[in-house]
């Protein structure tokens, strides 16, 4: 990691709790009646196929209710009140453990060692290149077939007078899916008094390697399983983005967004453009590329994104540390997969928002560095603040 990015990084983690960004207001008195957090709660959520337990825990906070599996860090559910104070799900997911141990779509997951694609999963650091694990085509998406999205994270949960969540750690060995070094992680999930959903990253290492953690929850704010998301409105506070080759892997351009279907930095549904015939998004099937952030890299998450589903008053604002946001329009759901809702997930039924460092940025020399090595500590952290109106 290069000093200066190592030194920017190090003041987000001082900045704590307080560089949270605008509170939630609910119209209802949801919120109100439970201003004080509750106690995480713990259930089993069934086993894997070793027998190891799978735990369910349950946050709540500030209206806010968030539900977390000790299996991949997963947010099985986000339940947030519509404008009439009715709480209801927003996330994608499964209402049981098999539906994660097989599906693909990473829903509500922790990802690393590498957030997004690295091209034929290779790259090559201090003169050696380094073979990952391949599993989306010829390259290497989310860590590999093994990421942390399917490994158990011990859970410490965590309580006070004005926040409630959970410490999540885990050691990734030197060598897991072909990254060098030994990974030590610590994932924080916060919900706030205000009802903020915080995530927080650190790792260190012992060899130099690359590193890019994100979270890689589906959104829907008309609910679970209510159909596509098209309606919804979007405002990114990008100027460029970076387009794609035919397998989704950056070609290295920092592209202007400005007179394309791109332009999201005023607000405008999501549907507007998504069918056009531009070559980004007939490649993608929709939408599935980094937008560059025009804050770059951050000491405090700062203000990026809003949005907005009118029909119910949902809002989300996300604040960052990250340079870049990878902004998915669930392209790839077909109708296989069922949520808890009992409906079928379909393209377009729910959308992520990625923060991150730019897809296979050690093979890019002019990207913003993912390196990190021995004696630093890579620090990224995220805010997701809600209201409805």
């Given at each position: 990691m290069s000093t200066s990015r190592r030194t920017v990084l190090a003041a987000a983690a001082a900045a704590g709790l307080t560089a949270a960004t605008a509170g939630t207001a609910y119209a209802k008195p949801y919120a109100q009646q439970n201003r004080h957090p509750v106690k995480p709660t713990r259930e089993s959520f069934g086993t894997l196929p070793d027998g190891t337990r799978v735990d369910r825990w349950t946050l709540e906070n500030g209206g806010t209710r968030l539900k977390v599996l000790s299996y991949g860090g997963i947010v099985q559910s986000l339940e947030l009140p519509d404008r009439r104070g009715e709480l209801t799900n927003v996330s994608l997911g499964f209402d049981h453990l098999d539906g994660y141990l097989t599906a693909t779509a990473f829903f509500g997951a922790l990802i690393g060692r590498y957030g997004n694609r690295i091209a034929n999963g290779r790259f090559t650091l201090d003169g050696r290149t380094h073979q990952l694990s391949v599993n989306d085509g010829e390259n290497s998406l989310h860590g590999g077939a093994q990421g942390f999205d399917k490994r158990m994270w011990d859970v410490e949960p965590f309580a006070d007078s004005r926040a409630v969540g959970l410490h999540l750690h885990r050691v990734s060995p030197d060598g897991e899916m072909g990254y060098p070094?030994?990974?030590?992680?610590?994932?924080?999930?916060?919900?706030?008094?205000?009802?903020?959903?915080r995530i927080d990253y650190t790792a260190t290492t012992d060899r130099a390697t690359v590193v890019n953690l994100t979270n890689h929850a589906y959104y829907n704010l008309a609910g679970?399983?209510?159909?596509?998301?098209?309606?919804?409105?979007?405002?990114?506070?990008?100027?460029?983005?970076?387009?794609?080759?035919?397998?989704?892997?950056?070609?290295?351009?920092?592209?202007?967004?400005?007179?394309?279907?791109?332009?999201?930095?005023?607000?405008?549904?999501?549907?507007?453009?998504?069918?056009?015939?531009?070559?980004?998004?007939?490649?993608?099937?929709?939408?599935?590329?980094?937008?560059?952030?025009?804050k770059g890299i951050t000491a405090r998450p700062e203000h990026f994104a809003t949005l907005r589903d009118p029909g119910s008053g949902r809002t989300m604002r996300i604040s960052t540390t990250e340079p870049g946001v990878q902004f998915y329009s669930g392209n790839f759901l077909d109708g296989t997969l069922t949520g808890p809702s009992g409906r079928t997930y379909r393209q377009g039924d729910g959308l992520c928002l990625e923060t991150q460092h730019f897809p296979d940025s050690p093979n890019h020399p002019k990207f913003p560095s993912t390196v990190l090595r021995p004696g630093g500590t890579y620090r990224s952290s995220t805010v997701h603040s809600f209201s409805a109106r």
């Open positions: 070094g030994t990974l030590r992680v610590k994932v924080t999930y916060t919900l706030t008094e205000r009802g903020d959903w679970e399983g209510s159909g596509d998301i098209l309606g919804h409105e979007l405002t990114l506070k990008a100027n460029r983005f970076t387009p794609t080759d035919a397998g989704l892997i950056p070609t290295g351009e920092l592209a202007r967004v400005a007179g394309t279907p791109f332009d999201f930095r005023t607000a405008k549904t999501i549907g507007k453009d998504i069918r056009t015939s531009h070559p980004q998004l007939v490649t993608a099937k929709g939408f599935d590329h980094n937008w560059v952030l025009d």
